[in-house]
């Protein structure tokens, strides 16, 4: 039951892969033109796509393929990538290289933090958090990745005067090529000598703002040098400035924690707000980390529900076997298969791969009352052996089990075939029902092995050879004579009539008819 993935419904999302082009400078009608055109058309024959949508907006092209979901999404991933890389020749040069992802329902987040300060920038923030506070939730078991949303990342502003550009006869494209050659890093080698080995690492030209605008772009006409300062103002900003994160009158950032598939989403989140109170204690003055969303609350609300009929269902269900069986040692029997058979279900659960949601919770629920009948079928054709043929125990065990041993199968079987074919339905209905069918039969099925064998050698150990019925037992057995009486007498009256029963069946399938026909569709 720990290895199992919890969640709130069962997997059916289909998978999805996105195809994410960047292409600086360029308008959207070229996008469409250039980029977003050769890849669809590239994509279209990979097997079992479902459907393609594409979006081309100035600088980017993002196209989304949606397949079958009978698709697996790695598979899908893997032929995407393939036929797009045959036409990287074909792009811009201009444009990035196309990333291929994944687009999976696991990868959204489940837990909001907010990181708020008095005192800090966005930008200072975002550093803070990708520095420090990144790694330390990453390293959480169960967490996929860490997102920092609303992220203002440093970046060095070049904002070009034209007039200036053109009075010294410089483009766009000259300073751009300035940049790219002199802001670099380059290895310098080593000093080695007999006895000691140096690393030489040369120190980079452009630190601050004012390095920047030093920089060198041509020579004039007179001999003097034009730097980048004189045809443009160069200041420390962000590489996005039009996006903004405040609550309460403060800047912040998010932290957003993924979970891996196959985690639990309420104890990842539980670990992550354990994590979020130990970094507040040492956070610098002024700044703040706290929850914001939590997507575990109502996973949490929806599953302690189910948690919560479970156990009443067994409560009630015990309850009514010790009213019909009047004996507390009898019914232990039929009890210890309510639990036994569903934890033997979890076993079935985690070898077809699913988890812990509430439709596998509600076919527990509803199996409750299932798995309890083989057992007590057992058990009260072993109670009849000890009391009306006078055996012991263990005959009477052996001998019941072997004489009800075939009903108990067939009556299984019969189960287990309403259940089963559910999970051969198609499409989304399919997926989402597939897990209750399964779970169900899982259930009934390991009740009938419990039945056959566990059952058996409780009663020959705890039933009484003989035990006087109480008061409860002599009253239910009294009402129960009372109702087999009244129905003999039914039976009777209606064998006599036929006439009635034939005219009684018309008018149910005909009032079922008209039901059905007037019923909301």
């Known amino acids: 039951f720990d290895r199992l993935p919890l969640r709130e419904y069962p997997?059916?999302?289909?998978?999805?892969?996105?195809?994410?082009?960047?292409?600086?400078?360029?308008?959207?009608?070229?996008?469409?033109?250039?980029?977003?055109r050769l890849i669809e058309d590239m994509v279209a024959g990979v097997e079992g796509i479902q459907s393609i949508e594409s979006l081309s907006e100035d600088g980017r092209s993002n196209i989304t393929i949606?397949?079958?979901?009978?698709?697996?999404?790695?598979?899908?991933?893997?032929?995407?990538?393939?036929?797009?890389?045959?036409?990287s020749d074909d792009l811009p040069d201009e444009a990035e290289p196309p990333e291929i992802q994944k687009v999976d329902a696991n990868e959204d987040v489940i837990l909001w933090l907010n990181l708020a300060s008095d005192r800090l920038t966005i930008p200072e923030l975002s550093d803070y958090a990708r520095r420090y506070l990144v790694d330390r939730f990453s390293v959480i078991d169960g967490v996929a990745r860490v997102r920092v949303g609303g992220r203002q990342?440093?970046?060095?502003?070049?904002?070009?005067?034209?007039?200036?550009?053109?009075?010294?006869?410089?483009?766009?494209?000259?300073?751009?090529e300035a940049l790219r050659a002199e802001n670099l890093e380059l290895?310098?080698?080593?000093?080695?000598?007999?006895?000691?080995?140096f690393s030489v690492r040369t120190e980079r030209a452009f630190q601050t703002a004012e390095d920047f605008a030093r920089l060198t772009l041509a020579r004039g006409d007179d001999g003097s040098l034009v730097r980048l300062g004189d045809v443009a103002r160069v200041e420390l900003g962000t590489d996005e400035d039009?996006?903004?994160?405040?609550?309460?009158g403060l800047p912040m950032v998010g932290i957003g924690i993924v979970k891996q598939s196959t985690?639990?989403?309420?104890?990842?989140?539980?670990?992550?707000?354990?994590?979020?109170?130990?970094?507040?204690?040492?956070?610098?003055?002024?700044?703040?980390l706290h929850q914001s969303y939590d997507?575990?609350?109502?996973?949490?609300?929806?599953?302690?529900?189910?948690?919560k009929t479970l156990g009443e269902a067994i409560l009630l269900v015990v309850l009514v076997i010790f009213l019909f069986l009047g004996s507390w040692r009898a019914t232990l029997v039929p009890a210890v298969v309510v639990p036994v058979s569903l934890i033997a279900t979890f076993l079935a659960i985690w070898m077809l791969g699913f988890s812990i949601n509430i439709l596998t919770l509600l076919a527990l629920v509803l199996a409750i009352g299932l798995v309890v009948d083989d057992a007590i079928v057992v058990l009260e054709n072993i109670h009849r052996r000890l009391v009306e043929q006078g055996e012991t125990?263990?005959?009477?065990?052996?001998?019941?089990?072997?004489?009800?041993?075939?009903?108990?199968?067939?009556?299984?079987?019969v189960l287990v075939a309403v259940f089963v074919p559910i999970a051969f339905l198609q499409g989304d209905v399919g997926r989402l029902f597939s897990e209750f069918a399964l779970t169900m039969a899982a259930a009934v099925a390991f009740s009938m092995l419990v039945a056959l064998t566990l059952s058996p050698m409780m009663a020959s150990k705890i039933l009484p050879d003989a035990h006087a019925p109480g008061r409860l037992s002599l009253a239910l057995d009294g009402f129960f004579l009372r109702v087999r009486h009244g129905y003999g007498r039914a039976l009777g009256w209606f064998l006599r009539r036929a006439w009635v029963t034939g005219l009684l069946l018309i008018f149910t399938l005909g009032g079922a008819v008209w039901l059905f026909q007037e019923l909301p569709k």
Do not use: C
């Open 187 to 197: 290895p310098a080698g080593g000093v080695e000598s007999r006895q000691r080995q």
């Open 66 to 87: 949606k397949f079958d979901i009978g698709r697996d999404i790695d598979g899908a991933a893997n032929d995407v990538r393939d036929r797009v890389s045959r036409i």
């Open 263 to 288: 985690a639990n989403t309420l104890a990842v989140a539980e670990a992550a707000k354990a994590e979020m109170g130990r970094l507040n204690q040492t956070l610098p003055e002024g700044m703040k």
């Open 393 to 413: 125990r263990l005959v009477a065990a052996y001998r019941g089990t072997r004489q009800v041993g075939f009903a108990v199968v067939a009556t299984t079987l």
């Open 242 to 248: 039009r996006i903004s994160f405040r609550g309460n």
């Open 11 to 36: 997997d059916i999302d289909p998978p999805v892969v996105s195809v994410e082009t960047r292409y600086p400078g360029a308008a959207a009608n070229v996008v469409e033109t250039r980029v977003t």
């Open 153 to 176: 990342t440093f970046a060095m502003r070049v904002w070009l005067d034209r007039q200036a550009l053109a009075a010294r006869g410089l483009t766009v494209d000259e300073v751009e």
């Open 295 to 307: 997507s575990s609350v109502f996973v949490r609300g929806a599953v302690h529900e189910v948690y």
